[in-house]
């Protein structure tokens, strides 16, 4: 344990995210002190929102920098504590950012339960199913047999957000960028219908996929597909504003959609965005229930796995890319 593995930001993206926009260190392992606590990482998790944060369009993250150890949450294991509160053995989840060692004190990491698989803490458990579960419920707040309709449906937010709302009795309508992601919403996740913002004839199939129209919409991507689902919603709908991954991996982000404020006005539309940490105070009570469902088999997370943390920058670029499933993991 005297070396330590970092992936660096070497440069801030001017276009579309590439593998060398990142480089790999090797530094010491670092020293702890008073209320500290020396982590070793075993899993970190990617999301899209870290794609703004190197845009610098994420609010929350800062400017962004290079020269830095990419940041990100992951799972780790305690090796060494000088915290009461915490052990050397103990699970926890935290900011380790991209690599082997990191050290936090005790206040900045969550102690969890060694389960079947820690990556769990990550996906469903972590920031991204807390994401679906209050954007769906306290934003979209969706009505048995409403029509909720979610953009990047078979990532790691879209695919909790849709099985929650069926949950809720609601018919789902996932947007996804493949047939084969868009079988696995229908076939295996229970959505009803998915439709392939890629496909020629997308407009027509959103339009069939929606015959009474969208009640909530949930949008993870703005762009093109916010458009067409402002065009389908019905009197008094919702706009849950939870990203926009259309945009991110550019310098040049396209305005915003035509239909706004005039769609809103006439439709009654309510547009909101949130940030999940707005719900900070109710995560536990939400992940008991979204554990609940897990263990009754009534939720299936989906992950894509990476291995070695090497993989962390090409599972970046892939999962921007479209080519991931369910919340993107990196085992190191
Ligand atoms: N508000 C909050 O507090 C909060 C918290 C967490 C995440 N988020 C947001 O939630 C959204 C989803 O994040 P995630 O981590 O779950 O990512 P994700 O959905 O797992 O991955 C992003 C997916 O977006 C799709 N995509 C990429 N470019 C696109 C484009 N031009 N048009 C349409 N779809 C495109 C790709 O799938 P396809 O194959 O379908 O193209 C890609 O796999 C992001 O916008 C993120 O910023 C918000």
Same mark, same amino acid.
């Given at each position: 344990?005297?070396?330590?593995?970092?992936?660096l930001?070497a440069?801030?993206p001017?276009g579309?995210?590439s593998?060398s926009?990142?480089?790999?260190?090797t530094?010491? @392992?670092?020293? =702890?002190?008073?209320g500290? @606590?020396?982590?070793r990482?075993?899993?970190?998790t990617?999301g899209a929102g870290?794609?703004?944060g190197?845009?610098g369009s994420?609010? =929350?993250?800062?400017?962004?920098?290079?020269?830095?150890?990419?940041?990100?949450?992951?799972v780790? @294991? $305690?090796?060494e504590s000088?915290?009461?509160e915490?052990r050397a053995?103990?699970l926890v989840?935290?900011?380790?950012g991209w690599?082997?060692?990191s @050290?936090h004190p005790a206040t900045?990491?969550?102690r969890?339960e060694p389960?079947p698989?820690?990556?769990?803490h990550?996906? #469903?458990l972590?920031?991204?199913?807390?994401t679906a579960?209050?954007?769906?419920?306290e934003v979209? *707040?969706?009505r048995?047999?409403e029509t $909720?309709v979610?953009?990047?449906?078979a990532g790691s #937010?879209?695919?909790i957000v849709?099985?929650?709302?069926k *949950?809720?009795?609601? %018919?789902? #309508?996932?947007?996804?960028g493949?047939?084969?992601?868009?079988g696995?919403?229908?076939?295996?996740l229970? !959505?009803?219908?998915? $439709?392939?913002y *890629?496909?020629a &004839? !997308?407009?027509?199939? !959103?339009?069939a996929?929606t015959p009474? %129209?969208? &009640?909530? =919409?949930?949008?993870?991507?703005g762009?093109?597909?916010?458009e067409s689902a402002? !065009?389908?919603?019905?009197?008094?709908?919702?706009?849950?504003?939870?990203?926009v991954?259309?945009?991110y991996?550019?310098a040049h982000?396209a305005p915003?959609?035509?239909?706004?404020?005039?769609?809103?006005v006439?439709n %009654?539309i309510?547009?909101e965005?949130?940030?999940?940490?707005?719900y900070?105070?109710? =995560?536990?009570e939400?992940r008991?229930?979204?554990?609940g469902?897990i263990? %009754?088999?009534?939720l299936k997370?989906?992950?894509t796995?990476?291995q070695g943390?090497?993989s962390a920058s090409?599972?970046? $670029?892939?999962?921007?890319g479209?080519?991931?499933v369910?919340?993107t993991?990196?085992?190191?």
């Amino acid at each position: 344990m005297s070396e330590n593995r970092q992936i660096l930001i070497a440069s801030i993206p001017s276009g579309p995210l590439s593998q060398s926009d990142f480089e790999v260190r090797t530094a010491p @392992v670092p020293a =702890y002190g008073d209320g500290e @606590v020396l982590c070793r990482t075993l899993a970190l998790t990617i999301g899209a929102g870290q794609r703004a944060g190197l845009q610098g369009s994420a609010s =929350y993250a800062g400017a962004p920098r290079a020269g830095v150890v990419m940041g990100g949450t992951g799972v780790a @294991v $305690v090796e060494e504590s000088n915290a009461p509160e915490i052990r050397a053995g103990d699970l926890v989840v935290g900011p380790t950012g991209w690599q082997e060692f990191s @050290v936090h004190p005790a206040t900045a990491l969550r102690r969890v339960e060694p389960g079947p698989d820690p990556a769990l803490h990550l996906g #469903v458990l972590g920031a991204n199913g807390l994401t679906a579960y209050f954007g769906l419920l306290e934003v979209g *707040k969706p009505r048995p047999g409403e029509t $909720v309709v979610v953009s990047a449906a078979a990532g790691s #937010v879209g695919h909790i957000v849709g099985q929650i709302a069926k *949950k809720q009795g609601c %018919r789902v #309508v996932g947007v996804a960028g493949s047939a084969e992601k868009c079988g696995l919403l229908v076939d295996e996740l229970g !959505f009803d219908a998915a $439709v392939n913002y *890629k496909d020629a &004839d !997308f407009r027509a199939a !959103f339009k069939a996929a929606t015959p009474d %129209r969208i &009640d909530v =919409y949930f949008d993870n991507t703005g762009g093109d597909i916010l458009e067409s689902a402002l !065009f389908r919603m019905n009197l008094r709908g919702r706009i849950v504003c939870c990203g926009v991954v259309s945009q991110y991996d550019t310098a040049h982000p396209a305005p915003g959609p035509r239909g706004v404020p005039g769609l809103l006005v006439n439709n %009654r539309i309510r547009m909101e965005g949130f940030l999940v940490f707005d719900y900070l105070e109710r =995560y536990d009570e939400a992940r008991r229930e979204l554990l609940g469902w897990i263990e %009754r088999g009534e939720l299936k997370p989906r992950t894509t796995e990476f291995q070695g943390l090497e993989s962390a920058s090409q599972a970046f $670029v892939e999962l921007l890319g479209g080519g991931t499933v369910g919340t993107t993991i990196v085992r190191l």
